[in-house]
């Protein structure tokens, strides 16, 4: 529907549609009205439609997607963090920046999320990550320090001025992690959870979509089409990692599902090199190869005494490895016309 249309226009055409047996599902992006159908109708019926006073445009998508899709949208989607969408300050996903979010894959205390902090702002990360709440296999393992960890968390997001990005686990926690974070993030475990898909599309905050494990790509788009359709356009993809055969490395990277979500959807995609590999070691040339592959970003897991670590510390770089890295990238990433954003030299104030 245009961005003006009245409510008297909407349900004329809705009306309209219910007529010729076509059942419409009604979603709101960006305040604009998307009248969404599983059936054509007849021959003529887009014709119809389109012509009646209200409407912006018909388009018919192929496959299941419908608000994620190339067709919906032909131009890339850009993802604005951390400030209100146009500001400056932002985090810009899907642009010209090539962004880096780094940090803990756990916050653990003042200490450690400061010297975190302090280490990814100096090589030149533009977000902050970390977990308050941790879906963890083993009921043993540590599970996070949920409300104490996203109060650590606002703290360094006010001390170093970087956006932040943590991990929602239930419904019940969105409004709570929402108002002390800039993005929430969907883990690989919950890719498919649809109550809190739709809890976190309807939450207004931008929103990070972990591919799932054993997810197709398929299905990982339609993931995001549950928050799309709930009201956010805000949606980043994230590839990281399939179960494979081979135990030489924690998960497969499928860099061939970077190139081809690119190619079916607008939104942005990113790659998280950590949790696929599980190997410090690995994780620079896969960040290289993502970069190199059209990725629009990377999240990775920087912790400055990984030895000590309450979750996945045997993943994580250093802050000198971190450092390393992204001198590595600049020169890979301007290759493919993006930017990096340069080291920031100034000291940080204690909280």
Known sequence: MRSRATREQLDSVIRLLQGHGVDPKSSTLAD????ITEEVG?????????????????????????LTSRHFRADATEVTVGSEAGSAGGTVFGGTEFVVIAGPCAVESTTQ?????????AAGAVMLRGGAFKPRTSPYSFQGLGLAGLALLAEQRK???????????TPSDVESVAEESDMLQI????MQNFDLLRAVGASGRPVLLKRGMSATIEEWLLAAEYLMHMGTRD???CERGIRSFDPSTRFTLDLSAVAEAKRLTHLPVIVDPSHSTGRPHLVAPMSLAAAACGADGLIIDVHTDAGHAMCDGAQALG????????GRLRPVVEAVGRTLSPPRSHSLAQV
């Not at 604009?32 to 009248?35: E, K, N, Q």
């Not at 119809?48 to 018919?60: K, Q, T």
């Not at 802050?319 to 992204?326: W, Y």
């Open 187 to 190: 883990g690989t475990r919950n």
């Open 159 to 169: 001390r170093t001025g970087l956006p932040v990005v943590t991990e929602v686990v």
């Open 319 to 326: 802050a000198e490895q971190f450092s390393t890295l992204m």
């Open 32 to 35: 604009i009205t998307v009248l």
């Open 113 to 121: 999320m400061s010297a975190a902090a302090d280490a990814v702002v």
């Open 42 to 66: 007849t021959p003529d019926l887009a014709a119809v439609v389109e012509n009646s006073p209200g409407v912006e445009r018909v388009v018919i998508i192929p496959g299941a997607q419908r």
């Open 235 to 237: 949606v980043v993809l």
